[in-house]
């Protein structure tokens, strides 16, 4: 939903990904990857950056003066550290590892619900991230609830997030 918009990183490219970005995204993008404005006037459906970041679910009231610095720890580590105007709000680290052009974050999270697929299943979700061609930030979320009885009667849901956050500066 993304390769034609992002910027495929290499372990060199890395760098590129410190930057002060908005906390709350511009634009999403569609099954097709093509780029929406978000409507900032229902601030209760915009998830922000820290949102996909952490493992908990923590919820920023929407405002243009929080921001983002992403900075690089070494090659498997970044650091995101939430301002509001010159204020440390949250400061986050994260490992994780480059694969095709994006980094995934070791935020994954896989629980398991019953005896999957007997009377049970699973729910899943990740991140990864990367730049855009514009140089802002891609986040992908993917998750998935699923799971079946005895086989045969399937549930769940699933789906797939990209996110695109301005860069503010480099």
Same mark, same amino acid.
């Given at each position: 939903m993304v390769n034609k918009n992002k910027s495929s990183l290499s372990e060199n490219d890395l760098v590129k990904l410190e930057g002060t970005y908005v906390l709350f995204p511009d634009a999403k993008y569609d099954k097709k990857g093509n780029l929406q404005t978000i409507d900032s006037e229902k601030p209760e459906t915009i998830h922000s950056l820290n949102y996909f970041v952490k493992s908990e679910r923590l919820r920023y009231e929407y405002s243009d003066s929080y921001r983002v610095e992403v900075?690089? =720890?070494? @090659?498997?580590?970044?650091?995101? !550290?939430?301002?509001?105007? /010159?204020?440390?709000?949250?400061?986050?680290? *994260?490992?994780?590892?480059?694969?095709?052009?994006?980094?995934?974050?070791?935020?994954?999270?896989?629980?398991?619900?019953?005896?999957?697929?007997?009377?049970?299943?699973?729910?899943?979700?990740?991140?990864?991230?990367? =730049?855009? @061609?514009?140089?802002?930030?891609? !986040?992908?979320?993917?998750? /998935?609830?699923?799971?079946?009885?005895?086989? *045969?009667?399937?549930?769940?849901?699933?789906?797939?997030?990209a996110c695109h956050f301005k860069r503010i500066e480099k």
């Open positions: 900075k690089l =720890l070494g @090659k498997n580590r970044l650091q995101f !550290v939430t301002k509001k105007k /010159d204020s440390i709000v949250e400061n986050v680290e *994260m490992g994780g590892k480059l694969k095709n052009g994006f980094f995934y974050l070791d935020n994954k999270y896989l629980k398991r619900h019953g005896v999957p697929y007997l009377a049970g299943g699973y729910d899943n979700h990740k991140t990864r991230i990367g =730049l855009s @061609k514009d140089n802002g930030l891609l !986040v992908n979320y993917a998750y /998935d609830n699923s799971g079946a009885l005895i086989f *045969m009667f399937w549930a769940g849901s699933t789906y797939n997030l």
